[in-house]
Nanobody, 126 residues
């Protein structure tokens, strides 16, 4: 059974950092592209970042470039999202998702991804 489980969310002050983790089971992570998405209350789910199976290609939303870093450890079947310099507008439920290889033109498309985790809440507030 394919499963993705996110962890690492929480409450953090503006300017702080969090590292989200996505644990995959039921499939070999190294064949998949992994994306991080987020959904704030009243807003659509949006793509935050994506990493290809080789980890040599990564993509970021403009709103998080320079602050967030995605990485993966295929041996552990884990993907991480390091979030620094967090802002109140980063508050959302964060989801990881697995899908086929993506490109710069479609990595942020929700329907590209076949499997989704249950999400982890990130709240940035003083």
């Amino acid at each position: 059974q394919v499963q993705l489980v996110e962890s690492g969310g929480g409450l953090v002050q503006p300017g702080g950092s969090l590292r989200l983790s996505c644990a995959a089971s039921g499939f070999a992570l190294d064949y998949a592209a992994i994306g991080w998405f987020r959904q704030a209350p009243g807003k659509e789910r949006e793509g935050v970042s994506c990493i290809m199976s080789s980890a040599r290609r990564t993509y970021y939303a403009d709103s998080v470039k320079g602050r967030f870093t995605i990485s993966r450890d295929n041996a552990k079947n884990m993907v991480y999202l390091q979030m620094n310099s967090l802002k109140p507008e980063d508050t959302a439920v964060y989801y990881c998702a697995a899908g086929p290889p993506a490109s710069a033109s479609n990595w942020y498309a929700r329907d590209l991804y076949n499997f989704w985790g249950q999400g982890t809440q990130v709240t940035v507030s003083s």
